[in-house]
């Protein structure tokens, strides 16, 4: 198991237990997490990306009846809740974190597939800073029901190691509060 698979082994597995959980949740987990980090939009493009990631996953997951379907993953997702996803991932993101003079990029955007008609629910709208040299997602924070991406680019920014990193954003954030939380955090505004 890899060391990203270990942290997502963490996390309570959210089905109820049946006969038919047949893809173990840490290879769901990693699937979508590596398909979401590798630029997937959304459950349909990280099942396609695991398929094709197949033969190298294959090292470090169990997968007993080969990668998840879309749905499976998007099921499991849809059962986690964002926070502990996030409590799971930041340790192992913030190992990752940019290098001293590397840039990062604030981004608001809504993932794709993540709504359901039942119960209610639209699709879920995300702020997203990524490694402007890897490509690399930093964090990722959900947006409040109710909320805009502003009021959520704080909080993403509270998780990031700013130190010494040049930081931009989309229109969204550039308010006077937001490039004031960026400088006292040690980074540069641009």
Known sequence: MCALGEKLETMAEPRRHCANLKPPRGDISLVGV???????EDFVESAAWGK????AGRSFLELPHGIPAPDTVKRVFALLKPTTRQEVLRPWLLERRGRPGAWSHGEGKTLR????????LKALPVVRAGAGQTGRTLGQVAVAAKSKEITALPELLKLL???EKS???EAMGGQKDIAQTIVAGGGDYR
Do not use: F, I, W, Y
């Open 113 to 120: 597939q993540t709504g359901r008609s039942r119960p209610k």
């Open 161 to 163: 190691d700013l130190q």
């Open 52 to 55: 094709v990631q197949e033969a």
């Open 34 to 40: 590596c398909g979401e980090l590798g630029g997937c």
């Open 167 to 169: 930081v931009t954003t």
